[in-house]
């Protein structure tokens, strides 16, 4: 099993930055691509970025731009820089990895998610 601890949510003013935080641990051979969702009430959970087990790297258009996804393999840590937030970036961002076990199995998971809150 994989497990994901996110950190670095809170309440932000609009305009102002945040930097969420998600390390990996578990029964993991192999990292493939690590996500961060967001989900605001009332809403479907929507893809905000996504790396790639290389450089390669994926934004929702509503992020491109403001937010930047990095990560640190040696670490099993992925990381969203969230610049310019506006009132609407305002939800539950979740980590996502899909990972291979060290047996060889592809494995979907996910952390318990994290509140930003843009607001004056």
């Known amino acids: 099993q994989v497990q994901l601890v996110e950190s670095g949510g809170g309440v932000v003013q609009p305009g102002g930055s945040l930097r969420l935080s998600c390390v990996a641990s578990?029964?993991?051979?192999?990292?493939?691509?690590m996500d961060w969702y967001r989900q605001a009430p009332g809403k479907q959970r929507e893809l905000v970025a996504r790396v790639g087990n290389g450089v390669a790297t994926t934004y929702a258009d509503a992020v491109r731009g403001r937010f930047t996804i990095s990560r640190d393999n040696a670490a099993r840590t992925v990381y969203l820089q969230m610049n310019s937030l506006k009132p609407e970036d305002t939800a539950v961002y979740y980590c996502h990895t899909d990972t291979t076990s060290p047996l060889g199995s592809l494995q979907s998971s996910w952390g318990q998610g994290t509140q930003v809150t843009v607001s004056s």
């Open positions: 578990g029964l993991i051979f192999a990292i493939n691509t």
